[in-house]
């Protein structure tokens, strides 16, 4: 869709401008209110729990379905618009290609459907297989591919058009952790170059590692969002594991903060600072208790994420 001669954005707009976005089939309401925006260049995580209304979002987006309200733009450009398509490079989660293509013959079809000359194809179908690590095997038949190595190709594709915008729908799902972290690296030089990422994944440790904000959507509505920083604020917590763990020093520890969970003889403990961690640990040995570990733990995005939505999938 990338790579068309392009109609110029609005100047100034959001990569992403979603408002009051609501979608029904037939008796179910897939969005309810989603409203969101996601600026130029940054790296941006869509997240929710199976069901959410995520791939109804995604679709809309991508002119694939229609909003029941509310309203859509990329660049300023409704998303209905030819001129909006034309920013977007896609992954979508669960995709088929011609396997008795060659990963260059595939390439070559999306560069020209992408709009460019048979020049730019030839430069640009050897540098995006060496960008997703597929250097030497773009002759190969697609038949041949593992489903990691398609997974790769599948997001050559979606770069093929140097797109402004990416959209990409759980791309390190087939991967193994040498492909996750080349899709990390391409999402980093993404950004790095000023295209924006739309990010969908279930993996929140790679969520954490690459997005600059995130947004939680349940039941059609974002629940919250922000930069990854301040959805990982709050109180700081240690982990104390004991030799035994009885009401006594249950009650020494809540002097330091507030008692979260019991693990058989581990303690977690949300404190104002972690720094009393030395003050915790000396006040548990002179109180008679032999001291296994104390940890600082730092809050993670799947501890946000379940306490957002509650358990997950329904």
Request: net charge neutral; hydrophobic share 40%; glycine share 12%.
């Amino acid at each position: 869709m990338a790579g068309m001669e392009q109609a110029p954005a609005t100047e100034g707009a959001p990569a992403i401008a979603v408002a009051g976005l609501r979608k029904v089939y037939r008796r179910t309401t897939a969005l309810h209110d989603l409203s969101l925006t996601v600026g130029r260049g940054e790296v941006f995580g869509f997240l929710g729990p199976n069901g959410a209304g995520k791939t109804t979002a995604m679709k809309i987006l991508l002119g694939l379905a229609h909003p029941s309200a509310g309203e859509a733009r990329i660049f300023g450009h409704p998303v209905q618009r030819r001129a909006a398509r034309q920013e977007v490079g896609y992954l979508p989660e669960h995709f088929r290609f011609h396997d008795w293509l060659t990963g260059e013959a595939l390439l070559d079809l999306h560069g020209r459907l992408a709009g460019l000359d048979a020049d730019e194809r030839r430069a640009r179908i050897p540098e995006a297989l060496e960008r997703v690590g597929l250097t030497g095997r773009g002759g190969e038949r697609l038949r041949g591919y593992s489903k990691g190595m398609t997974q790769r190709l599948g997001l050559a594709q979606a770069l093929i058009g140097r797109p402004r915008l990416v959209l990409l729908d759980e791309p390190t799902s087939a991967l193994d952790p040498g492909g996750r972290r080349t899709v990390r690296e391409v999402i980093r030089d993404l950004r790095t170059q000023g295209t924006t990422v739309f990010l969908n994944s279930h993996l929140l440790s790679e969520v954490e590692m690459v997005c600059d904000r995130v947004a939680v959507v349940d039941r059609g509505r974002v629940v919250r969002a922000g930069p990854l920083d301040e959805l990982l604020a709050g109180s700081p917590e240690v982990r104390v594991t004991l030799d035994r763990v009885d009401e006594a020093v249950m009650a020494e520890l809540a002097r330091f903060g507030q008692v979260d969970g019991v693990d058989a003889t581990t303690v977690t403990v949300a404190v104002d600072d972690a720094g009393r961690a030395p003050d915790i640990a000396q006040a548990i040995v002179q109180a008679g208790y032999r001291l296994h570990a104390l940890v600082p733990v730092r809050r993670s995005l799947e501890d946000v994420f379940v306490g957002l939505v509650q358990g997950g999938d329904r």
